[in-house]
């Protein structure tokens, strides 16, 4: 993009080079004009806390001249203008608890969605609700289910914004059964990076009018434009959901089960595994306890629908899984028990960290392959020396898996793991997998999506981010983007 | 797009022109070309088939130079690539049983893919198969279903290619359980219009890696690039599967009954409405009953999963039904009974069609305005003296309405259907509607489909096609392109 380039010069790319006077100049024009129309308390553009220039990692840090907080798409709409007109870049954020660096500026302007946060309407006559990009996920969760609705998507981290969740096409456990962010987006209001405000998708349940914008805007990371009000699509809430905790001797047992028990026509919502060694890291971290059971690895599922249906599924679940190796097959239907159990599998990410430095993994290989990919992991870390700790959602292939820095000094650290990222990426390409499930690029895998796709497809990423920003001012340098 | 202004001298665009002589040296250079590496029996350049120029209807005819039928990506890449140096316009065509003009050439070449028609892998391992375009809907459910596997896509023409039905996102009866074409399509090889061959998506059940050309291309109508293969995702085979007819007193408590079932919690696989007058053309016309009894609409559902979930549910539904007006629920578990309504379902376009020349209307309005959009139309007739018949998929708000032609004389004809139609859409859009639930733009809907969106918004769909199609010779004309 050669407007990235032009743009780079002091923008932050190389925060030790000189300011260059054009930015300057052009950042002064734009808080001047931008003061004209924003209160003070909507731009900050002295004493900039950190969190704007990084992510949930905190790790990368960028630079930027301003961070603007939006309260309408009309402001929105306004910003970008003056942003396209002075060729700055832009930002977007909404909790900034991404974990690839998708919110690390690259100077200009940080766009804070976060005040945004207004759900506009419930509609239960077709099953929608409109919401603005801010609205944290635990809040709308919340909100439907008081009434009586239901959202599926669920990534784990529930503090992150609808926007961010659209932007990265988020998954999360119910995936297996519910399907990701994508499926449940069906209309978005948009402004473009000149500041036209568009509006893509809507309350329909069918579409074939057209290119699908909305689809194309879904896991964009924020490169295409800013999403200023989100059409999302409600299910009733499931009468009934219990989980069970299945215990097995060996994760290969564990993991060519979920196959067995994903054809046996139960629709169980969530299928994740967890090796006994990273239970106990979890029960460390929370001081909680998984039930006493004999395991290497365990399946924890969760069903949901109608009471008849669930026991129905429970029980044809544990017939099969019993067949496929399972050691046990524990209904977890003491609320207590179930808490405890979930409490110690949303924990792990944490309980990682509280030990050490780790890099986060979100490959997504087919569901054929995951017990090959752990295995190859486990595998680099005994060659290494490396700790690698995975887990996930077994029943859609998508491992989470942390490197750990452990005791390896920093001076070593970075070129060690960059060493082991490559193997990893390479062995999920090889099994027909993908860089990220769920994450993103950001910056973070940039390097390693590059590695696997070929030019053509970049190429064409690139030109459809042309049609919509020409200038190339909306979060350059990310995911598919040209460094 | 000044590529189609220019290709359009000559091209079939106006047939009464004189032929463009650049146009005729370039169809020679390309067809001599062609002949070095295609057998002859692959090339079709004199007494084309009346077929090759239109679609379903037959009403428009289009004019073309050649028609091809590749017989692999390479064929196709190497026939794109011709078409590009020789800036032919291409017109890909499947079985041809679109409604809406898709198929019609512009000059040029017809690309047929109807002889691509192998499945090229099953692998219950990732709940996949892999699929050529031009393999029919039909020939791949029972393939997968003899296999105790289940493609949920189910668009009412089962004689229609899977590459057809991913580039209208074709939907059908069970999108209201399953959802439509797009949400079973996994991954794509595409042969660019200059002959690239690329593939988007994977086999991976999560993909946040990158903009999501896969969805990009799903209902693109043949613009963007030509579908050379398809990786489709597949469930395991519902257990059981039964239907039930609901006969209510009037359209307004059958088509509001639809929302209470919806947020019943059971989850039907189809919900189909049809009023009384439209059962008594389809009797008509298949020689079948209705089981008797009194009302003036009907819903048709069907509900699959496990033995006892279905049974659970159509008692729940029979409840929910019968407090919102249902004068009967009649459980259709004869085999020769589901049949029959079912074929007076299924036959009820044919059955219009018999009676007169119809033009098909795909309009799709969010679920609760299906009843205001039917009593419009019902207004419309009355008002207008043309035959309105209406029915359709009351879950998902896509209604099929046929305006009918009668005893008017065609002099008058065009004129008053245009009129009627633009206030059918226009109907449409204000309720919140679309243009096309599933059948497409192509030519047929393209004039209120431009009325429908934002300049803006035609115009960034217009630059997504020069990204992928700088020259404009894929299927130029048609859906969002300029004419």
């Not at 832009?90 to 302007?109: E, F, K, S, Y």
């Not at 008081?146 to 995936?175: H, L, V, W």
């Not at 899984?321 to 179930?338: C, N, Q, T, Y």
């Amino acid at each position: 993009m050669r407007m990235n380039d032009k743009l780079s010069i002091g923008t932050g790319r190389d925060r030790e080079a000189a300011p260059d006077i054009r930015t300057e100049v052009r950042t002064d024009t734009i808080r001047a004009y931008l003061k004209k129309k924003l209160r003070s308390d909507q731009i900050l553009s002295d004493k900039i806390d950190e969190k704007y220039l990084s992510d949930a990692m905190g790790r990368r840090k960028g630079a930027a001249a301003l961070v603007v907080f939006p309260e309408s798409a009309a402001e929105v709409s306004f910003i970008m203008r003056s942003a396209w007109e002075n060729e700055l870049p832009v930002t977007p954020r909404g909790a900034g608890t991404n974990l690839t660096g998708a919110t690390v500026p690259d100077g200009g302007i940080v766009l804070d969605l976060s005040r945004m946060n207004r759900i506009l309407e419930f509609d239960p006559d077709t099953f929608t609700a409109t919401v603005e990009p801010g609205v944290l996920l635990a809040d709308f969760q919340s909100y439907v289910e008081e009434k009586g609705y239901f959202y599926p998507p669920d990534p784990g981290e529930k503090q992150s914004t609808i926007g961010g969740n659209i932007s990265t096409n988020a998954g999360g456990m119910r995936a297996v059964k519910y399907g990701v962010t994508r499926d449940y987006v069906m209309g978005l209001e948009l402004v473009k990076a000149d500041g036209t405000v568009i509006t893509v998708g809507s309350r329909n349940r069918k579409d074939s009018s057209g290119l699908s914008l909305t689809n194309l805007l879904i896991g964009s990371e924020g490169t295409l434009a800013v999403i200023t009000k989100c059409i999302l699509r409600l299910l009733p809430k499931p009468e009934y959901s219990v989980s069970a905790l299945v215990p097995f001797r060996t994760l290969r047992e564990g993991i060519a089960s979920v196959h067995t028990l994903s054809a046996s026509g139960t629709a169980p919502t969530a299928v994740e595994f967890v090796e006994k060694d990273v239970v106990r890291l979890g029960e460390e971290f929370t001081g909680e306890k998984f039930p006493p059971c004999d395991a290497a690895c365990y399946l924890i599922l969760t069903f949901d629908g109608s009471r008849t249906g669930v026991e129905e599924d429970l029980k044809k679940a544990e017939t099969v899984l019993r067949r496929s190796g399972a050691s046990g097959f524990l209904v977890l239907d003491e609320p207590e028990l179930a808490k405890r159990v979930w409490k110690i599998r949303g924990a792990l990410v944490k309980a990682v960290e509280a030990v050490s430095i780790q890099e986060p993994v979100d490959v997504v290989v087919p569901i054929d392959r995951i017990e090959e990919f752990v295995t190859f992991c486990s595998g680099l870390q005994k060659e290494t020396g490396i700790g690698m700790v995975s887990f996930g959602h077994a029943g859609d292939g998508n491992v989470h898996l942390c490197v750990v820095r452990g005791d390896i000094p920093q001076e070593r650290w970075e070129t060690e793991l960059s060493a082991v990222l490559a193997r990893i990426y390479s062995k999920a390409e090889e099994l027909g997998g993908l860089i990220s499930g769920e994450h993103g690029i950001g910056l973070a895998k940039k390097r390693y999506f590059e590695h696997a796709s070929s030019p053509e497809l970049l190429e064409l990423m690139r030109m459809i981010k042309q049609s919509f920003d020409g200038k190339g001012i909306l979060n350059p340098g990310k995911s598919y983007l040209e460094s």
